[in-house]
């Protein structure tokens, strides 16, 4: 199962960058905005395409999260960023500088040596109210705490990554949420999921998340905000696993190669941040 789980995730990561890819393709594109941009998108096959990735990256999560431990999960979905790149690359028609590919290289490295170490195991579906009450109000009261601090006329360096950071904690929380509510419809159908609590829940905390993001992306430059997001992410989501699903990772000595793998990530994230960058500006 956790092997399924893993080839779902790694599924879902590649299908979500090739619809952010299509889409920004499609919406590059056009000159217009509001009610007439979705008009003229709408007639765009590349638009299409990435609606039809989005819609994938989704259902392929939540097979994920259905076969395996969260804290398994949202981490490969740090694979996206370096998927993006390399769809993205030919599809505007502009070459990875080779800094790029040194960051591919850093975030699968590290990615694979972090949960090679960590080992998530111990899954389970469902978690009872008693331990939903506190992740929901200290995850809702993180995201409140950065937003605050995120006011206008802080630094833009600061604002990009204290929204984006909202944004990872947002995003842990709707995996989970999708994770419970999925349990819920494989276990007991349709009519249940709808009953369920967390099926709305996600839906919320998602569109919250996504709204964070951008707000993060206009704030400043991507460098700061990606990797609050990235690695932001893969800490909630671990953290979120451990208190409601009773996932399991190794300590003691293994923390050491966890630690390196983590590192490995940041800088990795970094640098692919920084070729993105170079790829809109050309």
């Not at 395996?68 to 949202?74: C, F, K, R, T």
């Not at 809702?140 to 600061?158: D, K």
Request: with cysteine; net charge positive; glycine share 10%.
């Amino acid at each position: 199962m956790i092997e399924l789980a893993a080839a779902f995730a790694v599924a879902g990561a590649a299908s979500n960058a090739v619809g952010t890819a299509f889409q920004r393709k499609a919406a590059s594109a056009s000159s217009h905005g509001g009610l007439r941009l979705l008009a003229e998108l709408l007639r765009r096959p590349a638009w299409l395409i990435g609606m039809a990735g989005v819609v994938g990256a989704a259902l392929f999560q939540s097979l994920a999260l259905v076969n395996g431990p969260l804290a398994l999960v949202q981490p490969l979905f740090i694979l996206e960023l370096p998927f993006a790149l390399l769809v993205a690359g030919p599809l505007m028609h502009r070459r990875l500088p080779r800094s790029g590919w040194w960051g591919v290289g850093g975030v699968v490295t590290g990615l694979a040596v972090l949960l090679a170490a960590a080992a998530p195991h111990g899954a389970t579906s469902q978690a009872p109210l008693d331990r939903w009450i506190p992740a929901l109000a200290l995850c809702l009261g993180v995201m409140a705490v950065a937003v605050l601090s995120a006011g206008r006329g802080r630094p833009a360096v600061r604002r990009a990554a204290l929204l984006a950071a909202a944004s990872a904690t947002g995003n842990a929380l709707t995996a989970a949420l999708l994770k419970s509510a999925a349990g819920t419809f494989a276990d007991h159908g349709l009519p249940a999921f709808l009953r369920s609590w967390q099926t709305y829940g996600f839906a919320v905390t998602g569109a919250v998340a996504v709204l964070l993001l951008e707000n993060a992306l206009q704030a400043g430059p991507l460098v700061a905000a990606q990797p609050a997001l990235t690695i932001g992410d893969a800490t909630v989501s671990l953290a979120l696993g451990i208190a409601l699903f009773h996932e399991r990772v190794r300590t003691g000595w293994w923390l050491a190669p966890e630690i390196c793998g983590a590192v490995l990530i940041v800088m990795g994230v970094v640098v692919l941040s920084r070729a993105v960058q170079h790829l809109a500006v050309r």
